[in-house]
């Protein structure tokens, strides 16, 4: 058995993912639902996702879409009651240099973007989209293999913008200090935000309701660390309607 909550996991919120691992954890067991007793964040994240062992998980809109959605189970989607978006949506926030004096997006056409992964929706479907709808695509393009990592490079010089989830964002400015240095000079199109999905075949509302009453149950300092508002129902068509960026 496999339970991973890896996408929003860092060192500083530990015992906070715990916490909510062992809440969810009482809320399955309560239901009949085995667990594994704890989670494993180490495992790459197809090996989490496509695994027929696998209890729960979370997700991004792109791999659900492009690789996932016939062969895992859609539970339901984290609320983390972000700026501008609707309940289980999210957004991501365009980050460039404090002292950066360009003010038009336009000026960033020849920019050198950094982005975490191309399979991420936050991090590459997003920043594609927004960059079309202002006429270019970024040529200069680089991954760095995560979000935090990302923004650092901004802030260090090693590339000029990147486009970061915004949960992600708001714990690089709690916990980063170079957060002082970047600044948002915009936020792109909400879409359907991380989802919780189990192997295929399992029981979506069972699990569903688990998951509300363990974010219930959840000690609120916890919940409030974490930004987790509830759980909600959005349509797995909401997930596929969204366009892909080429690969």
């Not at 038009?104 to 056409?109: E, K, L, N, P, S």
């Amino acid at each position: 058995m496999i339970a991973s909550l890896m996408m929003y996991a860092r060192p500083e919120l530990d015992a906070e993912n715990n916490a909510y691992w062992a809440a969810l954890r009482d809320a399955f067991g309560a239901r009949g639902i085995k667990t594994p007793e704890t989670m494993d964040n180490t495992r790459d994240e197809y090996e989490v996702w496509l695994s027929p062992e696998l209890v729960f998980s979370q997700t991004c809109g792109l791999p659900y879409r492009a690789t996932l959605a016939e062969q895992v189970t859609l539970i339901g989607t984290a609320n983390y009651a972000l700026e501008g978006c609707p309940a289980g949506y999210y957004n991501s926030v365009v980050l460039v240099r404090a002292d950066d004096p360009s003010e038009r997006v336009g000026a960033y056409a020849d920019a050198r973007f950094v982005f975490n992964q191309d399979c991420s929706q936050s991090g590459y479907g997003a920043a594609y989209l927004w960059a079309r709808d202002h006429g270019f695509w970024f040529s200069d393009r680089q991954a760095s293999g995560a979000h935090t990592q990302s923004a650092r490079m901004v802030a260090q010089g090693e590339a000029d913008i990147a486009v970061v989830d915004a949960q992600t964002w708001r714990f690089i400015q709690r916990f980063d200090s170079f957060a002082k240095d970047l600044r948002v000079i915009d936020r792109t199109v909400p879409t359907p935000g991380l989802a919780y999905i189990s192997a295929k075949g399992a029981d979506a509302d069972l699990m569903f309701g688990a998951v509300a009453e363990a974010i219930e149950n959840l000690d609120p300092a916890h919940r409030t660390s974490l930004c987790l508002e509830g759980i909600v129902k959005v349509p797995h068509a909401a997930y596929l309607a969204v366009e892909n960026p080429p690969v």
